[in-house]
């Protein structure tokens, strides 16, 4: 969208996409003035972005600074990221959890004992299913800013969908359906190949979309993830398949089955855990790049909250494993025959307890990766300034600083110097044009505001794309005189 000054559109038709490139028709004649073009688009991850930049026909005018808010109604977009965030994590809790209650209980499972595909896991597919879909209804509102009713407009369902969004959801649901029709029919044969298959694939759907879709190399990228997710399905429903198992068995009196349950499981959870950490260090290598990446950016914080979570529970799940199975085996060995006392023995009640901490932690790691998911990968959003360039200016020299020299708001300082290197107190005011050749972006025209003598700033300017910035900087010791000189620094490279 292209407004005016005063908040009206001057944009016309529709926009076209071609490869990069995005044209948007604008009114024949255009006034002298300044106007801001707002925007927004789905990046090739499937997360929606946006941005905004101003140019200028003949002599620039003023722009508010709340044009932005007027364009796509941006005050409502918090709200609807963290609608977001919350169903991606009610998604990814209810996949994982059914898919790897499944895969773990028919690890378990005796001939005797029920199917694994309970009503509990139907429900999980049902919740599953229904908060995807209405993920998809707010992807349509943050990408247009035309509110949740927007994915009723024409070609907004076809936009949302695409970047391997329409894959994912329709190979999960067909894997969902797959896994909850089985429910009630033995589980043996064909019932039981269908279940495990469509354990194994729904979660693998959460793969084809988000931030593996821009890892280099791909095939690299898209099998670590899908180790890392499958991984954490078996993990995470397994415990709960687990805790299940144990108290079926241990109402029976089966003490000695129980603790069978949970050393087959730990046994499992190890490779699992172990499986998960591997790729998730993969993973972290490729999209953070860099220990300054890693502490400097809200994608690399995040990712470090998520680590420690997922350390404590490995930790908790080896002390399980080497400490309190075995004694509860111990106490279930020495136990008298219909005995119940192991299964009422301080470590049958620690361990008990543990498990379910175990999965309570794992829930808020999958809140975490809920909100992780939507955060610009810290190789790409990384500080990579203050970017410094100096060059002759008349007699002296210019110093220009980009801050932070990323993509989106940037602070731009210019300082010039004499010839004996002293701040100049020369010129009262100056002149800067923002230019990316490279994209046939610009030139923009800016008035930066005087701080102090040889000082100059412009504040909250936007550089909507990375790249070589060419900065020129032009000045005027007097009336008649005007001298520039160009800087070309690099933006988010």
């Not at 959460?206 to 821009?214: D, K, W, Y």
Request: aromatic content about 6%.
């Amino acid at each position: 969208r292209v407004l005016n000054s005063r908040g009206r559109r001057v944009d016309k038709g529709s926009t076209t996409v071609r490869d990069t490139t995005s044209r948007t028709p604008l009114n024949d004649r255009l006034p002298n003035g300044s106007y801001l073009v707002s925007w927004r688009a789905i990046s090739a991850d499937g997360h929606p972005v946006r941005g905004a930049f101003s140019f200028s026909v003949g002599e620039a005018s003023e722009l508010s600074g709340e044009l932005g808010d007027v364009a796509f109604s941006n005050q409502a977009d918090r709200p609807l990221e963290i609608s977001g965030a919350l169903l991606r994590f009610v998604a990814y809790g209810a996949t994982m959890g059914a898919c790897g209650y499944v895969l773990v209980s028919a690890w378990l499972r005796r001939s005797e004992e029920p199917t694994p595909v309970s009503r509990m896991v139907v429900w999980a597919i049902v919740v599953a299913v229904g908060s995807s879909l209405l993920q998809i209804v707010v992807l349509a509102a943050l990408a247009t800013g035309n509110g949740l009713t927007s994915i009723l407009d024409p070609g907004v369902l076809g936009l949302v969908l695409g970047d391997g969004i329409a894959a994912a959801f329709g190979l999960a649901l067909v894997a969902l359906v797959a896994l909850a029709i089985t429910k009630g029919l033995p589980f043996e044969g064909p019932a039981r190949v269908l279940a495990l298959a469509g354990s194994l694939l729904a979660p693998s759907a959460f793969v084809i979309t988000g931030h593996t879709r821009t890892m280099e190399p791909a095939v690299g990228g898209y099998l670590l993830d899908t180790v890392h997710v499958l991984g954490a399905t078996v993990w995470f429903g397994g415990l709960a398949a687990c805790v299940a198992t144990v108290n079926r068995r241990h109402r029976a009196n089966d003490t000695m089955g129980s603790a069978e349950a949970v050393a087959s499981f730990s046994g499992l959870a190890a490779v699992a855990s172990s499986l998960v950490l591997g790729a998730g260090l993969g993973l972290g290598v490729v999209e953070v790049g860099s220990l300054p990446a890693l502490t400097g950016t809200t994608y690399g914080r995040v990712l470090i909250a998520k680590v420690l979570l997922v350390a404590i529970v490995i930790a908790i799940a080896g002390w399980n494993r080497f400490k309190l199975v075995p004694a509860v085996a111990r106490d279930a060995l020495n136990e008298a025959p219909g005995s119940v006392v192991a299964g009422q023995s301080r470590p049958w009640l620690k361990l008990m307890m543990l498990m379910r901490a175990e999965i309570a932690l794992l829930v808020v790691v999958l809140g975490v990766t809920g909100a992780l998911v939507n955060i610009t990968p810290a190789e790409t959003s990384r500080t990579t300034g203050p970017a410094s360039v100096t060059a002759e200016l008349g007699e002296g020299t210019v110093s220009v600083t980009v801050d932070p020299a990323r993509p989106g708001r940037n602070d731009v300082h210019i300082y010039i110097y004499d010839a004996q290197g002293r701040a100049s107190a020369d010129y009262d005011s100056a002149e800067i044009s923002l230019e990316l050749p490279d994209q046939d972006l610009g030139p923009f025209n800016r008035d930066p505001v005087r701080v102090s003598p040889g000082h100059f700033q412009l504040i909250g300017t936007d550089l909507p794309l990375g790249g070589k910035w060419t900065i020129t900087i032009t000045v005027k010791p007097d009336r008649f005189t005007e001298t520039s000189a160009s800087v070309t620094i690099p933006v988010g490279k």
